[in-house]
């Protein structure tokens, strides 16, 4: 894959600025769906609204599980201007918009009554139908969607719902939740006890909560990963193809129309895949990375998931009820009923990590518009610019560059990848946490603020310190190497010249003032100590080389 077209280099994204050339497409550029939509003739009048967000495609829990279709009516919106605000993968784009108006015609077929607007903000569309309020509205899991809705909130249009779309509340978080630091340990012990999840007479089965240890085996070529599923394209998702090329075809990332789980059947298959071939194996290769497969054993849920299109709570249950070896199934339920959940919790606690342990951190500004950019959170200060590499520009480093050219592929790679090819190496580079993330927004199709923030901000670059990680998740070749098949065919040799490994060193040398505060990184900080003034120089020269190098986006050359 080549480079990323220019206009949405790290320049734009750094910005955020909001684009104005996105437009409103006309009704005309969806008619399969507009004609498909007024076929299914529901009545309009005497109903009960609700305001569906794009994110809570579901009539398994909310209003819509209990009310009786015909007293219902949904008002789903499309925001070209909320497409155009980040340079969203094509993918994602398509996803959205499909999933939605597959939604709207599912509950029309039920006999909900729908109206679908397209407006360049959401609050713009629902005060076109203030006559119908006023609008119920489960709580919207993103916070700029929240922000974006709150006037609406105040002046008594919108009325607000809980969101059942968690397992788990606030109080579950609290209750788990240290003086200072977050962990995801407690938390998930907790509700594993509360709920009764994988406990036998109040013990965890198999004796204890975490099989995590047992899951760290790097894969060899066996047992095979099972080809991603595909989906039939139907006209809808024809359609939204055919407008994302048209509209937005100005966005990164390769349009792949028959990987898009778009209707319900194809959602059910989905699941049907992720349990019967990827579950049983999740667990002893849940920290493998190979350039033989994207995917492994991983089960791509997260964007249904992410859209409600799957209900989590169905998730949880059906894992339960299967018969796959405990350090899978444990391994699964420890990812969505702990990290999930979790992450969403320190991302409402932390207002977006907008305030941290008590104090205003500051934020990214977006001239014209209301709508700040995000937290500039930065425990170790780091601030270089995401070099053009992760836009699809050669580094030479092939671990990085494969997983790259996999995501702009497939608009996702899977968490280890995420964490310790992507994450590590721009955080061993001091880039900028909120360029880290903005890049991570755009490019994977099951980003949203209430996720991929805290992930990035404070897992992957350790922006908000020990807060809700021990330590920063960075290594040097050696893992990769270890966990990985990249270095084979890689310019460097792992235990000679990849400059990851100083990288690595350079990296604790220059933070070694903030981490000498953090108590997991004791070890490590020992053995930096250890090193000579010449391999400190050296290491540190390293750092300059590489990342002058990747900044101008050149290609690494072998010594
Ligand atoms: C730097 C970084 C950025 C990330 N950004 C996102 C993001 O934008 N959106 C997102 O959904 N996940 C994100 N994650 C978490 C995780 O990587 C993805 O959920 C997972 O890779 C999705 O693929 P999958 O469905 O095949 O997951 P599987 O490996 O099959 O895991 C099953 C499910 O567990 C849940 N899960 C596991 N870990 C996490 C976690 N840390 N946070 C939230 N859910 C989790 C997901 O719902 C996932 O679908 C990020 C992780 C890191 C390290
Ligand atoms: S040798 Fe270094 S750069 Fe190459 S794949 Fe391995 S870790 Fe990555």
Request: hydrophobic share 40%; glycine share 6%; charged share 25%.
């Amino acid at each position: 894959m080549g480079p990323i077209r220019a206009r949405w280099q790290p320049e734009v994204l750094a910005a955020g600025l909001p684009r104005d050339g996105a437009g409103l497409y006309t009704l005309a550029r969806m008619s399969a769906f507009r004609e498909q939509l007024s076929a299914r003739g529901v009545t309009q009048a005497d109903r009960r609204w609700y305001f569906v967000p794009y994110d809570q495609l579901t009539d398994a829990v909310g209003p819509l599980s209990r009310a009786n279709p015909r007293e219902v009516g949904i008002v789903l919106v499309e925001c070209p201007a909320k497409a155009s605000r980040r340079p969203y993968h094509k993918q994602k784009l398509a996803l959205v918009l499909t999933s939605l108006r597959h939604f709207a015609l599912e509950q029309a077929e039920r006999g909900v009554a729908v109206t679908h607007l397209v407006d360049q903000s959401y609050a713009a569309a629902l005060l076109r139908v203030r006559e119908l309020g006023p609008i119920g509205v489960m709580r919207p899991a993103e916070r700029e969607l929240r922000a974006e809705l709150a006037p609406l909130v105040a002046s008594g249009l919108l009325e607000v719902l809980p969101n059942e779309g968690w397992l788990t509340t606030t109080d579950d978080f609290e209750a788990a939740a240290g003086d200072k630091v977050w962990r995801m340990d407690a938390f998930y012990r907790h509700v594993r006890r509360r709920l009764g999840i994988l406990m036998d007479e109040g013990k965890p089965a198999g004796g204890k909560f975490s099989f995590d240890a047992d899951n760290r085996k790097p894969w060899r070529g066996a047992p095979p990963p099972p080809a991603v599923p595909t989906f039939t394209v139907d006209a809808i998702t024809q359609e939204v193809c055919d407008l994302i090329k048209s509209s937005m075809g100005d966005h990164p990332g390769t349009l792949v129309p028959d990987q898009l789980p778009a209707t319900r059947e194809d959602v059910e298959r989905a699941w049907a895949w992720a349990s019967s071939s990827c579950l049983p194996h999740f667990g002893p290769f849940e920290d493998a990375m190979s350039s033989r497969s994207t995917n492994l054993f991983h089960t791509r849920i997260a964007p249904l998931l992410n859209l409600q299109r799957l209900s989590v709570h169905r998730v949880v249950r059906d894992v339960l009820a299967m018969n796959l070896p405990l350090a899978s199934q444990e391994g699964f339920v420890r990812q969505v009923l702990g990290w999930r959940e979790f992450v969403r919790h320190v991302h409402e606690a932390t207002d977006g990590f907008r305030v941290v342990r008590g104090e205003a951190q500051p934020c990214k500004e977006v001239e014209g518009s209301d709508l700040d950019g995000g937290s500039l959170i930065s425990f170790l200060g780091a601030s270089r610019a995401l070099p053009p590499a992760y836009w699809g520009t050669r580094s030479g480093l092939r671990c990085l560059d494969e997983v790259v050219s996999g995501v702009w592929q497939e608009g996702t790679s899977h968490h280890i990848t995420r964490l310790m090819v992507l994450s590590n190496i721009a955080t061993l580079l001091d880039v900028a946490p909120r360029e880290l993330t903005d890049w991570f927004w755009a490019a994977y199709v099951d980003a949203y603020d209430w996720v991929v923030e805290p992930n990035v901000l404070a897992m992957g670059t350790f922006a908000a310190g020990d807060l809700m990680t021990t330590k920063p998740y960075v290594a040097g070749a050696a893992y990769i190497n270890r966990m990985s098949d990249f270095c084979h065919n890689c310019r460097f040799d792992p235990k000679t010249t990849c400059p990851l490994t100083p990288l690595y060193w350079a990296f604790l040398g220059r933070h070694r003032a903030s981490l000498a505060t953090v108590d997991r990184m004791k070890l490590p900080m020992a053995s930096e100590a250890k090193r000579t003034a010449a391999q400190r120089a050296s290491d540190a020269a390293t750092f300059d080389r590489v990342s002058e190098a990747l900044s101008r986006g050149n290609e690494l050359s072998a010594p």
